[in-house]
C-alpha cells in the first residue's frame, strides 16, 4: 500500500510517520483486501491537532476517518479506531464486493462546482439568479449498484452520494434522509 503522509503548515516526523503505517496498515489489512494508497493529512486547529484519513481500495471504494486531538499521537489513533470501526462494520459487505466485480469500479470525469455563498442580509435583492461560481474542479463519479453505492456513502461519512447506476448507466443520487434513512432517486424510472 503506498502512504501519503502530509501536514498542513506543522512537520511530520519521520517517527509519526512510522507509526501511521505501522497502525495504518494493520487495521486496513485487517478488514480489507488489497488497499491501493492510503493518504493521511495533519492540520491544527486553534489547540487541537486534526488526523484526516482516506483509504482507496482496490475495488474502487473509498473509506475516509476524521479525528481530532491535543496530541498529534493522539489524534491519529482516534482516526484510526474510527477507520477500524467503519472497516469492521462493512467488512463482510466489502469481502463480497470484492468477490462479485472482477475489475475495478469505473469511473467518470465530471466537473464539480463551488457557488458563493447568498448575502447574510435576507433584505438584500440578488443582483441576478445566476449563481457566482467560485471555484471549479474535476471530480469523479463511480459506476455502482445502489447497495455500494450506499456503502460507499457510508464510508465515506458523506450526506450524499452522486453515481451512474451499473444497471441502466444513469445517473443517481442517494442520501442521508433527516429521519436517519437513505433516500435514493433514480431519475426516468416512470416509463421514460
Not at 494508497?37 to 495533519?42: C, E, G, L
Not at 469481502?95 to 466485480?101: A, I, L, M, P, Q
Not at 444513469?170 to 416509463?191: A, E, K, L
Request: glycine residues 8%; contains cysteine.
Amino acid at each position: 500500500m503506498r502512504y501519503q503522509i502530509s501536514g498542513k503548515q506543522i512537520d511530520i516526523g519521520e517517527a509519526l510517520q512510522n507509526h501511521v503505517k505501522a497502525e495504518l496498515g494493520s487495521v486496513v489489512a485487517k478488514y480489507a483486501e488489497r488497499p491501493t494508497d492510503a493518504n493521511v493529512t495533519f492540520s491544527r486547529n486553534a489547540y487541537e491537532y486534526v488526523c484526516e484519513t482516506v483509504v482507496h481500495l482496490s475495488t474502487g471504494l473509498t473509506a475516509q476517518a476524521r479525528a481530532h486531538g491535543t496530541e498529534i499521537y493522539a489524534a491519529f489513533d482516534s482516526c484510526s479506531e474510527k477507520m477500524e470501526k467503519q472497516l469492521r462494520r462493512y467488512k463482510r459487505r466489502l469481502k463480497d464486493h470484492h468477490k462479485e466485480r472482477s475489475q475495478p469500479v469505473e469511473l467518470f470525469g465530471g466537473s464539480s462546482y463551488i457557488l458563493a455563498a447568498p448575502d447574510d442580509n435576507p433584505e438584500a435583492e440578488p443582483d441576478s439568479l445566476q449563481p457566482m461560481i467560485v471555484a471549479e474542479m474535476e471530480t469523479k463519479i463511480p459506476s455502482l449498484s445502489v447497495g455500494e453505492a450506499v456503502m460507499q456513502m457510508e464510508l465515506a461519512g458523506a450526506p450524499v452520494l452522486v453515481f451512474r447506476h451499473e444497471g441502466h448507466s444513469r445517473v443517481n443520487v442517494v442520501y442521508r434522509r433527516d429521519d436517519g434513512n437513505i433516500g435514493w432517486i433514480d431519475p426516468g424510472t416512470n416509463g421514460q
